[in-house]
């Protein structure tokens, strides 16, 4: 057994387990990332490793950057190990395939060291700074799409004076001796991304260091557009606030935000994953990653101050992402929720559990992809969409990934009003019924009343935690309370053809149980 770290590779004896072909000692950072988790380490940080062990020089080699408490131990993680960690993709027969990736060069957890993050952010050798922070990172309302400026962490970065952190940066800070009888206060240092991004782009313009590309890797429709749109809103404010030169045109100028497509299923990593790697793999990893084997990443390809070749990774580099991000937003992620709060409800644990069960599988597969999302899909060059589809209800069956529904519940109030929500609205506009669509988002509110149907209780993990469930604990006075929510639903709630079937569906939930609705529902149809 061996602690993971570079010094340790040598040992590595598992004939199974691939490592790093090129020279860790070598890896120069070319992309910072914000929001290191399981799924960037799975997806975006694997393509840069499978360049760097086709030969390519590792001059694009990942600074992790972590903002969240939480994210301390990843920190905590990663550094002892090098960057290093253990991928373990598994397919749906069982098998495996395992390899150490090398990608990630450094990571930063900004509390400890803001002054570092924003060095690393305006060294001139990054040049692109990569996203996953959640659709809940962009800080916006996803019904009407303004940047949300007053959430109390931007509205701190907006009003701090970041000057001082800056002559700080330059040894110029503290000014005077230690004889003075006052001391200034403190350099500020922005605390979110938006504030590290824009600060880091003011510096870079300050010191005519060419800006980077900022590339966004969530689950959110356009998500180079919304990145565009709120890192520009959030620049305004602070154009407007600090009195300065205008910043913001200098973004929309020189930033390029290129659009992308992300894809692959990775669970959160269990006490079982990290047992599995020190048995079979002879390695002590602090944290693991195990995911599927399915992996696409769809990019637009502009990218001014030059990218990795990621296509030689596997990537697909286009012109136009949206027919794909569109494709995987309403089919595979909306299908997640279909299953996410009825699995729940019926009381499986697992995704893999919850497409056995045949009822919740036609009510996804049938219903909700073939009669709701597949019309809002359009044409998505050189994918079979029938064969997509059957591939989905595969992967959601891999029995080895283990993915759990309590993760496809969570974050409710980012995930629905951004995937399904627009699905819903264009089908309202083209006449369609979204039947199937109001039982999902009924689910939903009936998951968030906190209990199942067997008096279980689960926890509602979601940043409106308080708001979604003080909605649902009105259901018995209001039933389309829950729907009421306008930052969540706009006004789907004035709209008979959904209003009605959600209420239907909610009662009978309620009433009757989940088994109920999805007899009526797959009965009816």
Same mark, same amino acid.
């Given at each position: 057994?061996?602690?993971?770290?570079?010094?340790?590779?040598?040992?590595?004896?598992?004939?199974?387990?691939?490592?790093?072909?090129?020279?860790?000692?070598?890896?120069?950072?070319? =992309?910072?990332?914000?929001?290191?988790?399981?799924?960037?380490?799975?997806?975006?940080?694997?393509? $840069?490793?499978?360049?760097?062990?086709?030969?390519?020089?590792?001059?694009?080699?990942?600074?992790?950057?972590?903002?969240?408490?939480?994210?301390?131990?990843?920190?905590? *993680?990663?550094?002892?190990?090098?960057?290093?960690?253990?991928?373990?993709?598994?397919?749906?027969?069982?098998?495996?395939?395992?390899?150490?990736?090398?990608?990630?060069?450094?990571?930063?957890?900004?509390?400890?060291?803001?002054?570092?993050?924003?060095?690393?952010?305006?060294?001139?050798?990054?040049?692109?700074?990569?996203?996953?922070?959640?659709?809940?990172?962009?800080?916006?309302?996803?019904?009407?799409?303004?940047?949300?400026?007053?959430?109390?962490?931007?509205?701190?970065? +907006?009003?701090?004076?970041?000057?001082? @952190?800056?002559?700080?940066?330059?040894?110029?800070?503290?000014?005077?001796?230690?004889?003075?009888?006052?001391?200034?206060?403190?350099?500020?240092?922005?605390?979110?991304?938006?504030?590290?991004?824009?600060?880091?782009?003011?510096?870079?313009?300050? #010191?005519?260091?060419?800006?980077?590309?900022?590339?966004?890797?969530?689950?959110?429709?356009?998500?180079?557009?919304?990145?565009?749109?709120? =890192?520009?809103?959030? @620049?305004?404010?602070?154009?407007?606030?600090?009195?300065?030169?205008?910043? /913001?045109?200098?973004?929309?100028?020189?930033?390029?935000?290129?659009?992308?497509?992300?894809?692959? =299923?990775?669970?959160?990593?269990?006490?079982?994953?990290?047992?599995?790697?020190?048995?079979?793999?002879?390695?002590?990893?602090?944290?693991?990653?195990?995911?599927?084997?399915?992996?696409?990443?769809?990019?637009?390809?502009?990218?001014?101050?030059?990218?990795?070749?990621?296509?030689?990774?596997?990537?697909? $580099?286009?012109?136009?992402?949206?027919?794909?991000?569109?494709?995987?937003?309403?089919? +595979?992620?909306?299908?997640?929720?279909?299953?996410?709060? $009825?699995?729940?409800?019926?009381?499986?644990?697992?995704?893999?559990?919850?497409?056995?069960?045949?009822?919740?599988?036609?009510?996804?597969?049938?219903?909700?992809?073939?009669?709701?999302?597949?019309?809002?899909?359009?044409?998505?060059?050189? =994918?079979? %969409?029938?064969?997509?589809?059957?591939? %989905?209800?595969?992967?959601?069956?891999?029995?080895?990934?283990?993915?759990?529904?309590?993760? +496809?519940?969570?974050?409710?109030?980012?995930?629905?009003?951004?995937?399904?929500?627009?699905?819903?609205?264009?089908?309202?506009? *083209?006449?369609?019924?979204?039947?199937?669509? /109001? /039982?999902?988002?009924?689910?939903? @509110?009936?998951?968030?009343?906190?209990?199942?149907?067997?008096?279980?209780?689960?926890?509602?993990?979601?940043? +409106?935690?308080? #708001?979604?469930?003080?909605?649902?604990?009105?259901?018995?006075?209001?039933?389309?309370?829950?729907?009421?929510?306008?930052?969540?639903?706009?006004?789907?709630?004035?709209?008979?053809?959904?209003?009605?079937?959600?209420?239907?569906?909610?009662?009978?939930?309620?009433?009757?149980?989940?088994?109920?609705?999805?007899?009526?529902?797959?009965?009816?149809?």
């Amino acid at each position: 057994m061996i602690t993971l770290s570079s010094a340790a590779l040598p040992q590595v004896e598992s004939p199974d387990l691939q490592t790093p072909d090129y020279d860790l000692a070598g890896r120069q950072v070319g =992309i910072v990332h914000f929001g290191v988790g399981g799924f960037h380490r799975a997806h975006q940080a694997l393509y $840069l490793d499978r360049l760097f062990n086709a030969g390519h020089p590792p001059q694009w080699a990942v600074c992790g950057v972590g903002l969240m408490p939480g994210d301390a131990a990843m920190r905590d *993680a990663l550094t002892p190990q090098d960057g290093l960690y253990t991928l373990v993709a598994k397919a749906p027969d069982g098998t495996r395939e395992a390899r150490v990736v090398g990608s990630i060069a450094e990571y930063l957890y900004a509390p400890d060291d803001p002054a570092a993050v924003l060095e690393r952010l305006t060294d001139p050798a990054v040049r692109i700074v990569s996203l996953t922070v959640t659709e809940g990172g962009y800080n916006y309302n996803p019904s009407t799409g303004e940047f949300q400026h007053s959430t109390p962490a931007i509205a701190a970065d +907006l009003t701090a004076d970041f000057s001082r @952190a800056e002559l700080q940066s330059q040894g110029v800070w503290p000014r005077g001796g230690p004889d003075q009888e006052t001391v200034e206060a403190p350099p500020q240092f922005p605390a979110t991304m938006f504030g590290f991004v824009v600060e880091a782009l003011r510096r870079r313009r300050a #010191q005519g260091i060419p800006a980077f590309t900022v590339l966004s890797c969530d689950n959110v429709r356009g998500n180079g557009d919304l990145a565009r749109r709120v =890192i520009t809103a959030y @620049a305004e404010r602070k154009d407007n606030q600090s009195h300065e030169e205008q910043l /913001a045109g200098w973004i929309a100028e020189h930033v390029a935000f290129p659009n992308t497509m992300v894809d692959r =299923i990775t669970p959160v990593t269990s006490e079982e994953d990290r047992a599995m790697v020190r048995r079979d793999y002879g390695i002590d990893d602090a944290w693991p990653v195990v995911s599927e084997d399915f992996l696409q990443w769809v990019v637009e390809d502009h990218f001014p101050a030059g990218r990795p070749a990621f296509e030689e990774a596997g990537a697909q $580099l286009v012109a136009d992402v949206e027919p794909y991000e569109l494709m995987k937003l309403r089919l +595979l992620n909306c299908s997640h929720q279909a299953i996410a709060y $009825l699995g729940l409800l019926l009381g499986y644990t697992y995704a893999h559990e919850a497409v056995q069960d045949e009822q919740l599988a036609g009510f996804t597969r049938r219903h909700y992809m073939d009669g709701e999302a597949s019309p809002t899909v359009p044409e998505v060059p050189g =994918i079979d %969409l029938e064969a997509y589809k059957d591939q %989905l209800m595969a992967r959601f069956g891999n029995e080895y990934v283990r993915d759990t529904l309590a993760r +496809l519940a969570a974050e409710s109030s980012d995930r629905i009003p951004t995937w399904l929500v627009p699905v819903i609205r264009e089908n309202l506009v *083209a006449g369609r019924d979204v039947s199937v669509s /109001a /039982a999902i988002v009924a689910s939903w @509110a009936r998951y968030a009343e906190g209990s199942g149907e067997k008096g279980e209780q689960w926890p509602v993990v979601d940043r +409106l935690r308080e #708001q979604v469930m003080a909605a649902a604990a009105r259901h018995d006075e209001d039933i389309l309370a829950f729907l009421r929510d306008q930052e969540l639903f706009g006004d789907l709630v004035e709209h008979r053809a959904f209003a009605e079937p959600y209420e239907k569906a909610l009662v009978t939930l309620r009433e009757q149980g989940a088994r109920a609705l999805l007899d009526n529902m797959v009965t009816e149809r």
